[in-house]
């Protein structure tokens, strides 16, 4: 090639460059911000920097967008940046809870936190033709501040010790409030094959106690033999998720306890009305019952005792619960260490809070692709949290998995494609958080997540 013919192929490439950049600075500079930080509670101030520094834009479901962002070519960056951002943090039910000054979630916090102590956020060409969206050091002040204070609020009850009260997970309580009436028949029931239609399968079977609530298998296995296409979480310290089910479709154990009876591969009980029939065969169960509940076996007494049972099923005091309630020597150098490897490669961003996860759900790899890689694990619902909100943006999205007695609780993910804890560990790093970790990292991030074995208070 001729160096003219070169060198116009160069010229062309660097018109191009600018034209684009052009379209870019277009898009993003009609949305102006100032940056004045409102009067008011830390709740409306920290409402105004996330609104300028334009996180609520790219990390909302439906944004105010500007005029121009129906416009093809001009949206392209927009468009783009926030299927990007929403699949990395979707803040649209934060929004709404900091508007009604209520308290936020805790992987949320962390995600606030992080992105502001790093200086990821807003993306860079964002910020260069947007400049005021840079947040200045007051703003991230308001944010610090108002993290520290949606902490203490969500942990006030936990006893973690003063110098952890700014950690992103803290300990779990020693008991949750019960009727011990309405515990005792939830347990006979959660044991009771009555509730199936062939009177082979009961909770226990696919959630034994006695194995930390797990079947330990890579599907469960219910009526009939029948596999199901997901593996079973484990219904210990279910309590501490906000919802529950790996697409969240169940609000509370109540409501989840509402599933598995009317399941045609769990238990496939026939109707609630069969369900009591069987039940009401043992005398001495339904008088016991019907003193707690007059109505007797109806759907809603039922679910409601078994939900009660399992609010007992709590693993308090781990080493790590422990350690951050003051008791320097309850864990291992390594697993303190595990800890600062935890924090190190952003795990605490998604497994926050008491229950190290439990409260969001999050793409399943977003840094590396999970699916395409997989070994074949046969039959698997992949579609998560889609399959519940019928929005395809939610494709993928899992509930982040509790990791309390995560050493017990084998297979992993949703599709239970591994049984080694440290093979999960380093999927995670890589998918997840875009990282491949050192065998020394690794182990000790086996050894933190070992330390998350806490005493079950309720005898199986
Ligand atoms: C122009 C759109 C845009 C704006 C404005 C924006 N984000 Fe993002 N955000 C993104 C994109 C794109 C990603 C994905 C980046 C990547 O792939 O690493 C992202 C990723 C994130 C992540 C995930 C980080 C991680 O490593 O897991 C967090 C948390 C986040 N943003 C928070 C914020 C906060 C808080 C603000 C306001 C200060 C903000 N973002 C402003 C587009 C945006
Ligand atoms: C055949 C096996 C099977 C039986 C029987 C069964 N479960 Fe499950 N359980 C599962 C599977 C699989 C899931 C995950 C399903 C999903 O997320 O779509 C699950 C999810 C749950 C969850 C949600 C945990 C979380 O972190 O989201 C709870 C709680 C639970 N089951 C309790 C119960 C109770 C109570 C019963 C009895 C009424 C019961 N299960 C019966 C297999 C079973
Ligand atoms: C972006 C959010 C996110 C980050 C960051 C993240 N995780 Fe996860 N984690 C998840 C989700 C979602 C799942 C469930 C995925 C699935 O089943 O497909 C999960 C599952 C796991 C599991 C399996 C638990 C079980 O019971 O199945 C372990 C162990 C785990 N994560 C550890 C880690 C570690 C260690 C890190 C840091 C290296 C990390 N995670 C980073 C969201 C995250």
């Not at 927009?78 to 929004?95: E, N, P, Q, Y």
């Not at 011990?180 to 226990?204: F, M, Q, W």
């Not at 309590?239 to 769990?266: D, S, T």
Request: charged share 25%; with cysteine.
């Amino acid at each position: 090639m001729r160096l003219s013919a070169i060198m116009k192929k160069v010229a062309r490439k660097a018109l191009l460059l600018v034209a684009a950049i052009i379209i870019v600075a277009a898009a993003y500079s009609v949305i102006s911000g100032t940056s004045n930080i409102p009067e008011g509670s830390l709740s409306v101030k920290a409402q105004a920097v996330l609104n300028e520094s334009g996180c609520v834009l790219c990390h909302t479901k439906n944004p105010q967008l500007p005029f121009y962002a129906k416009i093809p070519l001009l949206n392209a960056p927009i468009v783009s940046d926030i299927s990007r951002g929403l699949k990395c943090f979707d803040m649209t039910a934060d929004v709404e809870n900091i508007k009604a000054n209520k308290p936020l979630n805790a992987t949320s916090l962390s995600k606030i936190e992080y992105a502001f102590d790093s200086g990821t956020m807003p993306p860079m060409l964002f910020k260069v033709v947007h400049w005021k969206s840079q947040p200045t050091s007051a703003e991230r002040a308001v944010i610090k501040a108002w993290i520290a204070q949606q902490r203490k609020i969500r942990n006030a009850h936990s006893a973690v010790a003063e110098k952890f009260v700014n950690e992103p997970v803290w300990p779990i309580p020693q008991a949750v409030k019960t009727d011990p009436r309405k515990v005792e028949l939830g347990k006979i029931l959660y044991h009771s094959t009555a509730l199936s239609g062939d009177g082979t399968v009961s909770c226990a079977t696919c959630h034994p106690i006695d194995k930390a609530g797990v079947d330990g298998l890579r599907t469960s296995k219910g009526i009939r033999g029948q596999y199901g296409a997901i593996n079973a979480p484990t219904v210990i310290n279910a309590v501490f998720n906000a919802r529950q089910f790996w697409n969240g479709r169940a609000a509370n154990l109540e409501e989840q306890a509402g599933g598995p009876p009317m399941n045609p591969v769990e238990m496939d009980g026939g109707s609630w009305d069969a369900i009591a029939k069987r039940l009401e065969k043992d005398a001495k169960l339904s008088a016991a019952f019907k003193a707690v509940y007059p109505k007797g076996f109806t759907q809603e007494n039922i679910t409601d005792a078994i939900a009660e049972y399992e609010k007992t099923l709590i693993t308090p005091d781990s080493p790590f619960d422990r350690y951050l309630r003051g008791d320097e020597n309850a864990i291992s150098p390594q697993a303190k260490a595990g800890y600062e490897a935890f924090k190190a490669y952003n795990c605490h961003v998604c497994h926050a809070g008491q229950n190290f996860g439990g409260q969001t759900f999050e793409y399943m790899g977003l840094r590396a692709d999970y699916f395409n890689k997989r070994k074949d694990v046969g039959n698997i619902d992949d579609s998560g949290l889609v399959s519940f909100t019928k929005d395809e943006r939610d494709t993928h999205k899992f509930k982040t998995p509790t990791l309390r007695n995560v050493e017990l609780t084998a297979p992993y993910f949703h599709d239970g494609s591994t049984s080694d804890l440290s093979e999960a560990v380093k999927i995670m790093a890589e998918v997840q958080t875009g990282k491949v970790p050192s065998d020394t990292d690794v182990k000790n991030l086996v050894e933190f997540l070992k330390s998350l074995t806490g005493k079950l208070t309720q005898a199986k």
